[in-house]
């Protein structure tokens, strides 16, 4: 795969309101719309949000459901959410600092879309936890529900 870029299909329940959140919140990329769905550009990848009337049942926490972003800059994250407080866009959860002193230590805060889509952004500090570190277990945070 010499190029490629993420794709994610997800429900939302208002395409306005959708493209507002994504488009003037995030500053995502606006594409292709229909009358049942819309297409976004996020960090390079493609969103694409469908039109599903009937909410999608409250998810308990940030798992097992949500995407986002993860940054190399710690600048890129800290101005995303700057706009993301700017913009007044729902925080489920502020940012902060994970794992603190650890090589998996990274900063996260979650964003929740209109339709109740959590967004994860983070930043690691040391960029070899993003897809290294395999000696360390932890994933998420076992003891915390949120």
Not at 54 to 66: K, L, N, S, T
Request: overall charge negative.
């Amino acid at each position: 795969m010499s190029r490629s870029l993420f794709h994610l299909a997800f429900p939302v329940h208002d395409l306005a309101a959708t493209k507002r959140f994504y488009v003037e919140g995030l500053g995502c990329t606006l594409g292709r719309e229909s009358a049942s769905a819309v297409t976004l550009g996020l960090g390079g990848n493609q969103l694409t949000g469908h039109l599903e009337p009937e909410e999608a049942p409250v998810q308990q926490g940030i798992y097992p459901r949500h995407f986002g972003l993860v940054f190399f800059e710690r600048s890129d994250w800290e101005a995303l959410a700057e706009r993301a407080c700017r913009q007044g866009l729902p925080f489920y959860q502020q940012p902060r600092v994970r794992f603190p002193g650890t090589r998996i230590e990274h900063r996260t805060f979650f964003l929740q879309d209109p339709s109740r889509n959590l967004l994860e952004f983070k930043q690691y500090t040391h960029e070899s936890a993003v897809f290294g570190e395999r000696d360390l277990r932890e994933v998420g945070d076992s003891g915390d529900p949120d």
